[in-house]
C-alpha cells in the first residue's frame, strides 16, 4: 500500500454528551467513559469530551443542506470545525421517548461532509438501557455515512445511578458487568476508526 503515514498515530475520538437537558446524567458517563477508554486504548486512541450543551445549537437553521457544505452561521461552523477533527465517536445518549434526544438529533443533521466515513460506538442509558434511542441513532448516523460497532453499553436508570432524587442528577454507579462490552466497544472502534480515517486518507480527505 502506497502512504500509510497516519497508520502509527493514535486514532482521535470524541465522546459526545448528547443530552442537554438541565440536571442531565451523561457528563458523568462522559468522564467514567473517558477515563476508563483512555486506560483501555492507551496510545491507541486520543480522546475528547464534546458537550452538546457548550455549542447552543438552535433548531436547524441553515438555509443550504448539510450535504452541499455551504454552512452561512457562526454556530454552525464551530460545530463542522470540531466534528472535523475527530476520526470517531461514542455517542452518550438518554433515550427520550422511546428515541434519542431531540438535540442530538438536530445537532447530527447540521452537518454531513464532516460525519462521512467515520466510526462510531454507543454508551446508552434509560429505564431500559436506552437501546431504542441507539437504534433510532444508527439509522440517522447511517445516513451520514457514519460505520456503527456493534458492542454497546446499555445502563439502567435503577441499576447503575444512585438516584434517591429524582429531581437530582444522582450519582453514576456502574455495575462491573459493563467493564467487559465497553472494552469490546472500544476495541471495536478504534479498529473501524483507522480503517475508515485511511479510507479518507486515500479519498484526499
Do not use: C
Not at 455549542?55 to 443550504?64: K, N, R, S
Not at 429524582?166 to 455495575?175: E, K, R
Amino acid at each position: 500500500m502506497d502512504n500509510l503515514s497516519t497508520s502509527d498515530q493514535p486514532v482521535r475520538l470524541a465522546v459526545v454528551v448528547g443530552s442537554t437537558r438541565p440536571g442531565r446524567r451523561g457528563p458523568q458517563v462522559a468522564e467514567w467513559l473517558r477515563e476508563a477508554a483512555t486506560t483501555h486504548l492507551g496510545e491507541r486512541a486520543t480522546l475528547e469530551v464534546v458537550d452538546l450543551a457548550r455549542f447552543g445549537l438552535p433548531l436547524l437553521d441553515e438555509p443550504m443542506p448539510a450535504a452541499i457544505g455551504d454552512y452561512r452561521n457562526s454556530h454552525t461552523k464551530t460545530w463542522a470545525a470540531t466534528i472535523d477533527q475527530f476520526d470517531g465517536f461514542v455517542f452518550v445518549a438518554p433515550e427520550y421517548n422511546h428515541s434519542m434526544p431531540a438535540a442530538l438529533k438536530n445537532a447530527i443533521d447540521f452537518l454531513f461532509a464532516e460525519w462521512n466515513n467515520k466510526a462510531a460506538g454507543f454508551v446508552s442509558y434509560g429505564l431500559n438501557g436506552g437501546t431504542r434511542a441507539v437504534e433510532h441513532l444508527r439509522l440517522s448516523l447511517a445516513e451520514v455515512q457514519v460505520a456503527t460497532v456493534r458492542s454497546q453499553v446499555a445502563l439502567g436508570l435503577f441499576t447503575d445511578f444512585d438516584i434517591p432524587d429524582m429531581t437530582q442528577p444522582g450519582t453514576f454507579a456502574p455495575a462491573d458487568h459493563h467493564d467487559e462490552v465497553m472494552r469490546r466497544m472500544l476495541d471495536e472502534l478504534a479498529d473501524w476508526a483507522l480503517a475508515l480515517r485511511l479510507l479518507r486518507e486515500r479519498a484526499g480527505r
